[in-house]
């Protein structure tokens, strides 16, 4: 998967927990779904109908009702959904606000090797300073990225890393995600 089609998947909040639960067997109606995602229903009803525009999830055929339709996951929503059940294994119940920002995992995905703030925004180039900047120091708070200062350079520049949670969460999708 490419990193333009990691972020157009992160761009909603639910969409990784659907794909995940989905992977991981909850039934592909909505009421399992809901609960086992703790979404609200609006929420979950613009993540799913991203998820149906980007083909990764489908009705299923002479399954459900038409008002209580069931969905299931596509070849190419198959692949996303292993990723996001990785993210999901690595992760605790009270990381997931963080993981469901929009540019939390690609940020991450960018850090599988320390990188300059430079470098993070030419390998993600729709995000803005601003929303790198806020991102960084959110999952710095919680000690998932640790910003250092490299004194050397001139002037003096600085150098992000993933650690913690942050760490096994890079490691985990870095390998699956090119930036080609």
């Known amino acids: 998967m490419d990193i333009k089609a990691f972020v157009n998947i992160t761009s909603k909040a639910w969409a990784l927990p659907i794909l995940s639960c989905l992977h991981s067997g909850v039934a592909g109606r909505q ?5 086992a995602t703790g979404a609200g229903r609006t929420a979950f009803a613009q993540s799913m109908d991203h998820l149906i525009e980007i083909g990764l999830i489908e009705r299923n055929p002479g399954y459900g009702h038409p008002l209580r339709p ?3 996951l596509t070849q190419l929503g198959i692949a996303a959904a292993a990723i996001a059940h990785k ?4 992760s605790a ?5 963080l993981l469901r920002r929009s540019w939390t995992l690609p940020i991450l995905t960018s850090l599988h ?4 703030f430079s470098e993070i925004k030419r390998n993600l180039p729709a995000i803005t300073d601003r929303a790198l ?5 959110s ?5 998932w990225v640790c910003r250092s ?8 520049r600085s150098i992000y890393y993933a650690v913690n949670t942050g760490g096994l969460i890079s490691q985990v999708i870095a390998p699956e995600i090119s930036f080609a």
């Open 70 to 72: 069931e969905f299931r």
């Open 31 to 35: 009421a399992p779904l809901l609960a």
């Open 113 to 116: 090797t320390p990188s300059h």
């Open 93 to 97: 119940e009270e990381d997931q606000p």
């Open 133 to 137: 900047s806020q991102s960084l120091k």
């Open 139 to 143: 999952m710095e708070a919680r000690s």
């Open 87 to 90: 993210i999901r294994d690595v």
């Open 149 to 156: 200062v490299d004194g050397a350079a001139r002037p003096p």
